[in-house]
């Protein structure tokens, strides 16, 4: 149903073609047994986390450029079509070029501009959002919002608190606009707290701590987690923004067809779903398989659960994420593929 702020707006915002990239290798959490003191037991139990993927083919841009071709393929699009490329990232391949030039030179869209948006686990909404104010505008047809990160290549594999969490991969969505205001994007709700930024970061490599041979010694270009107080955080900024858009939209947890929320951990997913009323069934859950993959986890739910069958036209979707920052937020927006 639309809401009377989307009343005031020609277009809305539809997600019109999806597509993933995963790569081949495999860590199951017998791997990890091997190399730091853990096991599978563990990992499950407070994670939900059984396997993840390690890509060894490429960087981010190739992953990134893998899932758009992966959509473009499977939705007949012409890449010279597409008017903006935006990619969620916080591995991107150099600092600059921004990993959008990249992508948009291997897919060959060639009238294409783009950029790259760091917001870490909640970069895909944010980069939605973003995407979807261009196309609520008027001024593009199509904008391709991709969330990849290889996060293998900020990883410390010896540090057993953060090491087994993350996997790499890249996803992909089209926004195009449509008239029907019943479908696609109709609400956000984001938010951002630098108060955060110690609670978990990558200290090294910019312009605060530039790389240094100490910068290395003191492994200060791999991502430290304070996982206690990120858990503590996320389970409340998840659970809140998604009661809080609910609200704002007079859903009630009938109306959700899914949660679809950002897989760092299945406690907080399920946390999540509590607290929107919504049984564990409602909540896009494939953390098992990937892990953590930060800017793709979102939009690689959304493309296997489209895959799968199981998202229909005219299904209500509670997007939700947090992360580094930190960053949360919500986006309320019904799925408008046939
Ligand atoms: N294997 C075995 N034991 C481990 C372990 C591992 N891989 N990692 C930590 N432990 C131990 C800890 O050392 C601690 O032992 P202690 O009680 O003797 O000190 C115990 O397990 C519990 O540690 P704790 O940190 O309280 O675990 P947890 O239940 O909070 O789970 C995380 C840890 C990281 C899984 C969890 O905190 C988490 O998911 N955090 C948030 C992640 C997130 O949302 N990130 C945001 C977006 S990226």
């Known amino acids: 149903m639309a809401t009377s702020k989307d009343k005031i707006r020609n277009y809305n915002a539809n997600i019109t073609a999806v597509g993933m990239y995963l790569p081949e290798k495999v860590l199951d959490n017998h791997y990890f047994e091997k190399i730091v003191d853990t096991n599978d037991e563990w990992i499950v139990s407070r994670t939900g986390i059984r396997e993840r993927r390690k890509e060894e083919n490429g960087a981010t841009s190739d992953m990134a450029a893998r899932a758009a071709d992966d959509l473009i393929k499977n939705h007949n699009i012409n890449p010279e079509e597409i008017d903006v490329i935006i990619v969620a990232t916080v591995t991107p391949d150099m600092f600059f070029p921004a990993t959008a030039c990249l992508v948009q030179e291997k897919i060959g869209a060639k009238n294409a501009w783009g950029f790259d948006l760091s917001a870490a686990c909640s ?38 608190n953060t090491c087994l969490l993350f996997g790499d991969a890249a996803s992909a969505v089209l926004l195009e606009p449509t008239e029907d205001l019943n479908i696609g994007v109709k609400d956000s709700i984001l938010h951002c707290d630098g108060s955060g930024k110690e609670s978990l970061y990558m200290k090294g490599g910019g312009s605060l701590n530039p790389p240094t041979h100490e910068t290395v010694d003191q492994g200060l270009h791999t991502l430290y987690q304070d996982g206690k107080t990120v858990f503590k955080e996320a389970v409340k900024g998840m659970a809140d923004i998604s009661v809080e858009i609910m609200q704002k939209n007079n859903l009630s947890s009938d109306d959700v067809a899914y949660l679809v929320p950002h897989q760092a951990n299945l406690r907080i997913i399920d946390a999540t779903a509590n607290r929107m009323g919504i049984p564990k069934e409602k909540a896009m859950v494939n953390i098992d398989k990937y892990g953590n993959t930060t800017a793709a986890t979102i939009p690689l739910c959304l493309t296997e659960y489209y895959r799968d069958g199981k998202l229909k036209k005219g299904d209500n979707l509670v997007l939700a994420a947090f992360g580094a920052g ?3 937020g919500s986006i309320y927006l019904t799925w408008g593929i046939d």
């Open 123 to 160: 970069g895909f909404l944010f980069a939605l959002k973003t995407g979807a104010g261009l196309i609520e505008g008027g001024t593009y047809k199509k904008v391709l919002v991709i969330g990849a990160d290889k996060m293998s290549t900020i990883i410390n594999y010896k540090d057993r």
């Open 326 to 328: 930190f960053t949360w």
